[in-house]
């Protein structure tokens, strides 16, 4: 398609000379009161909270690669409040206690809307409510028309002026943010060295056990001696083995336009505090960037057999066309606008849609996994859950049946695969007629699913 030439295959949050240097690998053997791995949202705000909560504690946050390198600094940038991957499958899955996440998840995203006014983080934050859109006829009955916040297809292209709106619904504010998440990233690794932590990128872990009261985190350059270990890796090959089904890796791909000018973005009428999202199973997010740029993602979820992660992944020609071409049909309006970034990023996907919790090793170590998409905001929640576990402290977040029990996993492969990719025929299908067929309604009964 004539708009993708000449985009480039790089992250529109990465592509920029803001972007801090590289710290340096591991220098040998040390020991910490704490080691967290990972250098994504999880890692830095496991890290960050652990000294807020405990000043002058030791800590040592791992990156195998970059801060921000994968999914912190690829996706769409929604910071939205929900902890269960929306409130239909919050209530579905978590009845008795949905009312409480509801209120953590708001206090957690005033949490991190505290965190980046007091350390001065500036990542274009902006805190207007999350639009659903309804595309289709069968989708406009999904969004409640009888619920306050509905909004009618007059009222919504009110809000964005797209001919494909036949309705709506705009969340409340507090509900949900739009930033750039590579800068909020940096901000976080920034403030948390402020407070003494040790960042060491390029530094893989390859291995962590047990040495009697000790832990040991191993790297190419040296060993790190702790107390307690919090592990953030996240969609990567999970350290410990009882982790391995738990997730599939989910390539998500994104494209960025050129900046909008000043009337065209009048034209849209759009108020860039507010995302954007398809009420669809194979849905788009898109939202107006800091610069003005519209960032347009989602619709094709790609699993690859065998929970493949490789560099080829990210590049999608087939996906990249038909997101462009969703694009057009959405906002004719700016025929002739051209996108000048497009990639990818993988997701740690869960059957659940949202994280699972626990630890190992007697409690001397901790993890988060499976956020889904949604990893922006609730990892943060996930930081307190691992440092309240690795404490042995009962809290209300450890007392919920969510942080109690953990996400069914996958199967293996080839059983995995085909699965999936039944499901996301049968998800695309849906789309089309309305009606989720017997598969998709026992997977519905059985609590399963996948989703980016």
Not at 163 to 174: M, Q
Not at 197 to 206: F, Q, Y
Not at 267 to 294: C, E, K, M, S
Not at 310 to 328: C, N
């Amino acid at each position: 398609m004539d708009s993708l030439a000449g985009s480039v295959n790089r992250p529109l949050w990465l592509d920029t000379p803001l972007r801090p240097d590289a710290r340096p690998a591991l220098a040998g053997d040390t020991t910490a009161d704490l080691v967290v791995v990972g250098g994504g949202f999880c890692g830095l705000w496991t890290a960050l909270r652990a000294v807020e909560r405990e000043p002058g504690r030791d800590v040592v946050l791992l990156e195998g690669e970059r801060i921000a390198e994968h999914a912190t600094g690829r996706n769409g940038g929604f910071c939205e409040a929900s902890l269960t991957h929306g409130e239909p499958n919050g209530r579905a899955r978590w009845p008795e206690e949905y009312d409480d996440l509801e209120r953590l998840g708001i206090e957690n995203l005033d949490g991190i809307e505290e965190a980046v006014a007091r350390y001065g983080i500036d990542c274009g934050f902006l805190r207007g409510g999350a639009l659903l859109v309804a595309t289709r006829e069968h989708e406009v009955a999904d969004l409640a028309p009888d619920r306050p916040g509905f909004l009618d297809r007059d009222a919504v292209r009110k809000v964005v002026d797209s001919p494909t709106y036949l309705a709506g619904r705009l969340s409340a504010p507090e509900e949900c943010a739009v930033l750039d998440p590579a800068r909020l990233a940096w901000g976080l690794a920034d403030a948390a060295e402020r407070q003494g932590v040790r960042v060491a990128e390029h530094s893989p872990v390859t291995r962590i056990r047990r040495d009697g009261e000790a832990m040991e985190v191993h790297t190419p350059q040296g060993v790190v001696r702790a107390s307690r270990v919090a592990l953030g890796t996240n969609v990567f090959r999970p350290l410990l083995r009882r982790l391995r089904w738990t997730t599939v890796p989910v390539y998500d791909y994104v494209l960025a336009t050129e900046p909008l000018t000043e009337a065209q973005l009048a034209d849209l009428g759009w108020d860039p505090a507010i995302g954007v999202g398809d009420a669809g199973n194979q849905f788009h997010y898109y939202r107006v960037t800091p610069d003005r740029r519209i960032l347009w993602g989602g619709y094709d979820a790609i699993y690859h057999f065998g929970r493949s992660i490789e560099p080829d992944h990210e590049e999608r020609q087939e996906t990249f066309g038909v997101l462009a071409e969703h694009f057009h049909a959405t906002f004719p309006q700016l025929d002739g606008i051209r996108f000048t970034h497009r990639w990818a990023g993988v997701i740690d996907t869960s059957t659940r849609f949202s994280a699972s919790f626990g630890t190992a090793h007697g409690g001397r170590s901790s993890y988060a996994l499976g956020f889904t998409g949604l990893g922006v905001g609730a990892t943060r929640f996930a930081a307190d859950v691992m440092l309240d576990l690795l404490a042995g402290t009962e809290t209300e977040r450890t007392r919920l049946e969510m942080v109690r029990r953990p996400a069914v996993p996958f199967p293996p492969e080839p059983v995995a695969w085909a699965g999936i990719e039944l499901t996301r025929r049968a998800l695309a299908r849906a789309d089309e007629t309305g009606r989720r067929n017997l598969w998709l309604r026992t997977l519905d009964r059985l609590g399963l699913g996948f989703d980016s």
